[in-house]
């Protein structure tokens, strides 16, 4: 089993920046690819970033150039650094962990962009 835990999340002004972070324990050597997604009202879970075990990443077109996901393994932690903000980021953000098994979720952080 793999718990995560995500932080950071909050209020900010269109154009500020926010970190994200996301701990992880249990059995945490075989997971692969880690992840950000996030969820807004009335639409479905998109993909935001990912990164796999050796640091390669791939964004969604709409954060690409503003946001920057990274990982820790030593540290077992996940980053999300959000940069220029705009109000369509607002969402319930979720880290994802890949097995080979199964995926896991943390329970998600909420980001507010206001205009």
């Known amino acids: 089993q793999v718990q995560l835990v995500e932080s950071g999340g909050g209020l900010v002004q269109a154009g500020g920046s926010l970190r994200l972070s996301c701990a992880a324990s249990?059995?945490?050597?075989?997971?692969?690819?880690m992840g950000w997604y996030r969820q807004a009202p009335g639409k479905q879970r998109e993909l935001v970033a990912v990164?796999?075990?050796?640091?390669?990443?791939n964004y969604a077109d709409s954060v690409k150039g503003r946001f920057t996901i990274s990982r820790d393994n030593t540290k077992k932690t996940l980053y999300l650094q959000m940069n220029s903000l705009k109000p369509e980021d607002t969402a319930v953000y979720y880290c994802?962990?890949?097995?080979?098994?199964?995926?896991?979720w943390g329970q998600g952080t909420q980001v507010t962009v206001s205009s």
């Open positions: 994802n962990a890949q097995k080979v098994t199964r995926d896991y």
């Open positions: 990164i796999n075990r050796s640091g390669a990443t």
């Open positions: 249990g059995s945490t050597l075989s997971i692969n690819d």
